[in-house]
């Protein structure tokens, strides 16, 4: 195959370290990348390195198929303005609510107020629930019930951003809810698998999320006050 490789290629040498391999999952979802699940989304090292390497602070950074919104957080980290298109509104709803810093006493009081609310939940709560083919195909009847009382209390919010914070968690913990073959990233039913309980599961993603938004928050924050002072 070596007469078909493009010469001007055919002596580069390789660079590993473009690999990471030295990076864990903890070093690759820090901050608000470990908000949701995506398929095949690049680690946020590489998008550091090509920003640092190919541009200076305040250019604009394009991503044309911006997917969860990777390169737009470390564009946002870098002092980078940036744009990102996706087609799909489950990647533009997850991008926006990893990009967008919320006061960690604000985002923690509405989900203090919203957890009571949750906890509160009983068989004989009144949830609109309407049979629906697609749904009724992947969730169980009583897990149904739960994740549509979780999303009409999140729908209850007054503030656009709070929701779509919460709107990310619910959609990540969906498919430990379902009945959804776990390690697939296909469409594939496990019959034997135990859902998640959706409260509880929805609880902790959002822990998880306010620990991410926290450390955004005053990492932002710090970078502001930074070049001001300067």
């Keep these: 195959m070596s007469k078909y490789i493009n010469p001007q290629f055919k002596n580069l040498e390789i660079d590993h370290s473009w690999s990471f391999s030295n990076k864990t999952r903890k070093d690759t979802t820090y901050l608000t990348h470990g908000y949701h699940r995506y398929p095949a989304k690049f680690i946020p090292q590489i998008v550091s390195r090509l920003i640092e390497k190919y541009t200076k602070p305040g250019d604009l950074i394009m991503d044309p198929f911006g997917g969860c919104g990777t390169t737009l957080v470390e564009s946002k980290i870098m002092g980078r303005p940036s744009i990102g298109v996706d087609i799909n509104p489950v990647a533009v709803l997850i991008a926006k609510a990893k990009i967008t810093p ?27 629930a309407p049979a629906h083919e697609r749904i009724d195909y992947w969730f169980k009847h009583e897990d149904k019930r739960r994740l549509a009382f979780i999303f009409t209390e999140i729908s209850k919010l007054k503030d656009q951003d709070i929701r779509d914070f919460f709107y990310c968690g619910f959609s990540n913990v ?7 073959l776990q390690k697939s990233t296909k469409p594939t039913r496990d019959l034997k698998k135990m859902p998640s309980e959706p409260i509880q599961t929805f609880v902790k993603q959002i822990k998880m999320m306010l620990r991410g938004n926290t450390k955004f928050y005053d990492l932002l924050k710090q970078k502001i006050l930074f070049t001001s002072s300067m």
């Design 174 to 180: 969906l498919k430990n809810c379902s009945i959804w």
């Design 102 to 128: 919320l006061e960690p006493p604000k985002i923690l009081k509405e989900f203090l107020e919203l957890k009571k609310k949750l906890e509160s939940y009983n068989n004989k709560t009144e949830i609109k």
